[in-house]
């Protein structure tokens, strides 16, 4: 057994390479007991008995940060082993080594993400399940904010991923954000020949019936009579009168709804009450 261990292979002994591959295991061990149990910790702070102890996003988001620093630490102790390589394990391990490190390494674009997230992390523009509009372009519910990005799922179930430094640029509509509640606008045309105010009746009964529909007047405006569901002309088009009502619901979501929902009902009423919705139409005449 001596003579094995003292048998060399292209320069190196067999007993180095027993002992670095007995080292290099107990620091894999390490790494994945270490990142098991912080892991764990984070899971349990989450919640304690039943209740809600510390924030998701900021738990989320700094449980990765203390993996990437044990994963960091790893791979420092790994490169300890191997001769010539203890300047470089000591440079990481050293905190000025690791700023010059991500320096030298990360591209600036990484670096602004990183520190865009933390901006976001730390500034509480959305959080984890904020339904949220980026642009007026993307919407969806925020999934997970990352290091480098922060992913919304959409309608369609499709996550989308947008760096957190163009998100931190973005014009964000938060409607998680404080007040939930939600006006939806639902206009509809009718004809110049119609009665006005039996038209707003008409609309208004349909809005007042919907199940999603709340009351979002201050005390104030119910001792003052104003109605809870408010129609008013918007504009006096070359075809037809808009009719817009202020329907207020509990959630985005319920407003989305609760407007589809309107558009047909409405529609079906003013059908029945003989209530024209003029629509353009064009008449061919053949020579």
């Not at 998701?56 to 993996?67: G, H, L, N, P």
């Not at 959630?251 to 529609?267: H, P, Q, R, V, Y």
Request: hydrophobic fraction near 45%; charge should be positive; proline fraction near 2%.
């Amino acid at each position: 057994m001596e003579e094995i261990l003292n048998t060399v292979i292209f320069g190196v002994s067999v007993r180095w390479l027993v002992g670095f591959a007995i080292k290099g295991a107990i620091i894999y061990l390490f790494v994945r007991i270490l990142t098991g149990i912080t892991k764990y910790l984070f899971r349990r702070s989450l919640q304690r008995q039943g209740k809600i102890v510390l924030d998701e996003t900021k738990v989320s988001f700094m449980r990765r940060i203390v993996i990437t620093a044990i994963y960091i630490i790893g791979v420092a102790a790994f490169l300890s082993l191997i001769p010539g390589m203890e300047k470089v394990s000591n440079s990481i391990l050293a905190s000025a080594g690791i700023v010059a490190m991500a320096v030298g390494l990360a591209s600036q674009d990484a670096l602004s993400n990183v520190v865009g997230g933390m901006f976001i992390i730390f500034s509480h523009p959305f959080k984890l399940g904020d339904f949220i509009e980026v642009d007026s372009v993307i919407k969806g519910t925020v999934m997970e904010i990352t290091l480098r990005h922060t992913v919304i799922r959409d309608a369609e179930n499709r996550m989308i991923l947008i760096p957190n430094n163009k998100i931190n640029s973005s014009t964000i509509i938060n409607s998680s954000y404080g007040d939930t509640a939600t006006c939806a606008f639902v206009e509809v045309g009718v004809s110049y020949t119609a009665d006005l105010d039996r038209a707003i009746d008409t609309m208004r009964n349909e809005v007042m019936k919907h199940p999603l529909l709340i009351d979002h007047r201050s005390e104030a405006e119910k001792e003052g009579g104003t109605p809870q569901v408010i129609i008013r002309v918007t504009n006096l088009g070359d075809s037809a009168i808009t009719l817009r009502a202020w329907a207020w619901a509990g959630t985005a979501g319920n407003a989305f709804a609760m407007k589809c929902d309107l558009l047909k009902s409405i529609k079906e009423r003013f059908d029945k009450e003989n209530i024209e919705i003029p629509y353009p139409y064009v008449n061919v005449v053949k020579a």
